[in-house]
């Protein structure tokens, strides 16, 4: 599913779990890096998505143009090479003077900026309140998102 990134932080209150995936996928150009966080974040979705957990993924080609396909095809990559079936969202800036509100908003709140791909996961909890995990993989934050639920 491609979804347009317009999220008003009233949306992530009624959300179970928000997890924003940041950064890009760079699917061809970091395979173990790519691998290993689109298994664990499908592994998450999959153990924890009837909880309430939703992941909510961004492709951006801002960290060494590693992601110019479109959403489409980042998509239908993610879903044919590792199962993922959770809502990837259109390309979106994360830096400078084009960068997404929501983006805006997530470093505001919480002072981290993505650095490289998957660089940072935020983690939205039922009562809005935004927390961020730099430099994980989507397997360490299986405790949080399970306090959360």
Not at 35 to 55: K, P, R, T, W
Request: proline share 7%.
């Amino acid at each position: 599913m491609i979804a347009r990134p317009e999220i008003s932080r009233n949306q992530w209150k009624t959300t179970e779990i928000g997890a924003f995936e940041v950064g890009n996928f760079a699917p061809f150009s970091c395979p173990g890096k790519t691998a290993a966080h689109y298994s664990q974040m499908v592994e998450l979705h999959d153990e924890l998505g009837n909880e309430g957990l939703e992941i909510l993924a961004f492709p951006c080609n801002q960290f060494g143009n590693q992601e110019p396909a479109t959403c489409e095809v980042v998509a239908e990559f993610a879903k044919s090479a590792y199962g993922a079936d959770f809502t990837m969202m259109e390309k979106v800036a994360v830096h400078g003077p084009r960068a997404h509100p929501v983006y805006n908003f997530l470093r505001a709140t919480t002072g981290a900026t993505p650095s490289w791909n998957f660089g940072v996961y935020f983690v939205v909890s039922r009562s809005g309140e935004v927390k961020a995990y730099p430099d994980v993989a989507p397997a360490q934050l299986a405790g949080v998102l399970r306090g959360e639920l």
